[in-house]
Nanobody
Framework: QVQLVESGGGLVQAGGSLRLSCVASGSIYERNTMGWYRQAPGKQRELVATLSDGGSTNIADSVEGRFTISRDNAENTVYLLMNRLIPEDSGTYYC????????????WGHGTQVTVSS
């Protein structure tokens, strides 16, 4: 019903920047929350940042002040601007969407790799 496609990952040196994009398509409720999670090998997936259609944010302490999440509701797109990257930011970044209905079903993209070299 909902498909998410991420782009923008890559290899970057510490201190550099990347911008991730995620485009959603399908049966999308106007009320929803989109965002980003990341996962390193052998570790659990963790929150990076989420943003609702109404502007409510949830941002991890480890990235607050360096990363900025934004969205274009008309284009069903969410962005993550990552500045001053550090090696600890490395991992697979997944786009997410949670429908704003009774069931609150989650959807996930296939992920994009971010590698930060020291």
């Amino acid at each position: 019903q909902v498909q998410l496609v991420e782009s923008g990952g890559g290899l970057v040196q510490a201190g550099g920047s990347l911008r991730l994009s995620c485009v959603a398509s399908g049966s999308i409720y106007e009320r929803n929350t989109m965002g980003w999670y990341r996962q390193a090998p052998g570790k659990q997936r963790e929150l990076v940042a989420t943003l609702s259609d109404g502007g409510s944010t949830n941002i991890a302490d480890s990235v607050e002040g360096r990363f900025t999440i934004s969205r274009d509701n008309a284009e069903n797109t969410v962005y993550l601007l990552m500045n001053r990257l550090i090696p600890e930011d490395s991992g697979t970044y997944y786009c997410s969407l949670r429908q704003g209905n009774l069931y609150a079903r989650d959807y996930w993209g296939h992920g994009t790799q971010v590698t930060v070299s020291s």
